[in-house]
């Protein structure tokens, strides 16, 4: 945390010191219809991490729908806290006024939030906002800026194919998209979706064959059922797992095997197992290197 706002929240915490003595840390990410956001997360690290560091008891609220099975809202006592902190995002809304409802036998605290209305309830029912934004106070670093991290994971290329009506019966572009993003979703990696359709009417979309290349060659590894996935991939020197959609083998088994491209999965074969061990392989020197060869061709 910021030192202005670590040393405002930790003398304000101290003060209220009464109780239990025991903090409940809560923020958007806290909310059943809220969002947790990576800001959010890290905030509430950082904040958690100052409150370690000054001895004060705590534990966090989070949502069912982002961590189920943690302390919640709904399942923290109000009486078990002498002290609730709402950390990052806006104090505004419905959403942060339950709060003070719920939590009335608390000393309330708000850090490293944005002032909207300072007459809305959700602002109005703390009894401290240590604001970043929005207050008469001077604009103050996001509690973000500076929160722990742990090292940073890869950076997967996910280029998927959900056409290619002319395999007919062959297909099987569904249930190896399923298959594939779900065992995605399980990986230590930032996701980014990539599309090898050109178009000049969609932002969203690169424009031209080069924006293409230029935003696969910064992914660390790409997984794709697409033939130029495995090409384009390849091209940049990036590892990549070639996963073929198409029963019995097409074009992106016949691709694998002409440029001699190991890491190649069927169809038929698909599972987590073998797609743990190519992930494990295209992350490792050999992958990489292998990758880089293919790149100087």
């Not at 850090?111 to 106070?137: H, L, M, N, Y």
């Not at 190896?176 to 009417?201: F, H, M, Q, Y």
């Not at 969203?204 to 996935?229: I, K, M, N, P, Y």
Request: contains cysteine.
């Amino acid at each position: 945390m910021h030192d202005d706002l670590a040393a405002t929240l930790l003398r304000s915490l101290r003060a209220s010191a009464r109780g239990p003595g025991r903090t409940l840390l809560t923020g958007w990410f806290s909310f059943f219809d809220g969002e947790a956001t990576a800001g959010d997360v890290l905030a509430q690290r950082q904040v958690s991490a100052a409150l370690s560091g000054a001895g004060i008891r705590h534990d966090t609220a989070w949502s069912p729908g982002f961590r189920p099975g943690a302390l919640s809202l709904e399942t923290a006592e109000p009486g078990a806290y002498d002290t609730l902190v709402f950390v990052c995002g806006p104090v505004h809304g419905p959403q942060v006024a339950a709060l003070h409802a719920r939590f009335r036998t608390c000393r309330r605290l708000a850090a490293g939030v944005s002032v909207v209305d300072p007459a809305d309830p959700a602002a109005t029912g703390f009894d401290e906002i240590v604001a970043r934004d929005g207050t008469a106070a001077a604009a103050r670093h996001d509690l973000a800026s500076r929160a722990p991290a742990g090292p940073l994971p890869p950076v997967a290329g996910v280029v998927l194919c959900a056409g290619q009506g002319e395999y007919g019966g062959r297909r099987r572009h569904g249930e190896v998209n399923e298959r594939l993003t779900g065992w995605l979703a399980g990986k230590d990696c930032a996701r980014v979706p990539a599309d090898t359709r050109l178009a000049v009417d969609d932002w969203r979309l690169c424009a031209t064959a080069e924006q293409f290349l230029a935003l696969v060659s910064r992914f660390d590894v790409v997984v794709t059922t697409r033939l130029h996935g495995l090409v384009l991939a390849l091209r940049t020197g990036v590892p990549v797992i070639a996963v073929d959609p198409v029963a019995g083998g097409a074009k992106v088994s016949a691709q694998a095997r002409a440029v001699r491209w190991p890491a190649l999965v069927g169809a038929e074969a698909l599972s987590d197992g073998i797609l743990d061990r190519w992930w494990e392989w295209a992350l490792s020197e050999p992958g990489r290197t292998a990758a880089a060869c293919h790149s100087m061709r």
